[in-house]
Antibody, heavy 122, light 107 residues
Framework: EVQLVQSGAEVKEPGQSLKISCQAS????????IGWVRQMPGKGLEWMGI????????KYSPSFEGQVTISADKSFSTAYLQWASLKASDTAMYYC???????????????WGQGTLVTVSS | DIQMTQSPSTLSASAGDRVTITCRAS??????LAWYQQKPGKAPKLLIY???SLQSGVPSRFSGSGSGTEFTLTISSLQPDDFATYYC?????????FGQGTKVEIK
């Protein structure tokens, strides 16, 4: 059974750094693109970027490039999303999601993590 | 970026109603379109991909149609479990974009 299990909720102050995780199981982690989606409170879904764990190829949405860093560790079947310096506007739910077809980016996401709530407040 | 516009933003309906949600793309995306359902506090769930293909395990009362720039999601007979927010998503070009969502409420 495919599962994506995300790390727990975080409360941080502005300017702090953060790295959240998404551990995959039940499939060949290296062979499927996996990405991150932001959902701000009461708002819609926004794609942030994706990574191919097999070769660490990364594609960022223009809106998020330079704002976050996406990475993956094949040894732990885990993808990561990190911030060097958080802002209050980073307060949101963050979901990881696997793309449906092996090796392809022209497909939807069929499995999602449960979400990680990040709250940034002084 | 390709912009996706859904209508309506909110829809009030009763159980048993036939419901249709529209999604328009700012340029042609062929059939590179998916529909998701999201309930409060939960992750999105894939319902339809390639504009009209039903994801495994999704009830057959859900259907999708369209190509190019105009798409629809239809629920043939609304069930209590279907009250949720629905999003379309294009994946023709990176970066993928979602519609703003349609909330289906109880009338």
């Amino acid at each position: 059974e495919v599962q994506l299990v995300q790390s727990g909720a975080e409360v941080k102050e502005p300017g702090q750094s953060l790295k959240i995780s998404c551990q995959a199981s039940g499939y060949s982690f290296s062979n499927y693109w996996i990405g991150w989606v932001r959902q701000m409170p009461g708002k819609g879904l926004e794609w942030m970027g994706i990574i191919y764990p097999g070769d660490s190829d990364i594609k960022y949405s223009p809106s998020f490039e330079g704002q976050v860093t996406i990475s993956a560790d094949k040894s732990f079947s885990t993808a990561y999303l990190q911030w060097a310096s958080l802002k209050a506007s980073d307060t949101a739910m963050y979901y990881c999601a696997r793309l449906q077809e092996q090796g392809s980016t022209t497909c939807p996401s069929d499995y999602w993590g449960q979400g990680t709530l990040v709250t940034v407040s002084s | 970026d390709i912009q996706m516009t859904q209508s309506p933003s909110t829809l009030s309906a009763s159980a048993g109603d036939r419901v249709t949600i529209t999604c328009r793309a700012s340029q042609s995306i062929s059939t590179w379109l998916a529909w998701y359902q999201q309930k409060p506090g939960k992750a999105p769930k894939l319902l339809i991909y390639s504009a009209s293909s039903l994801q495994s395990g999704v009830p057959s009362r859900f259907s999708g149609s369209g190509s190019g720039t105009e798409f629809t999601l239809t629920i043939s007979s609304l069930q209590p479990d279907d009250f949720a927010t629905y999003y379309c998503q294009q994946y023709r070009t990176y970066s993928w974009t979602f519609g703003q969502g349609t909330k289906v409420e109880i009338k």
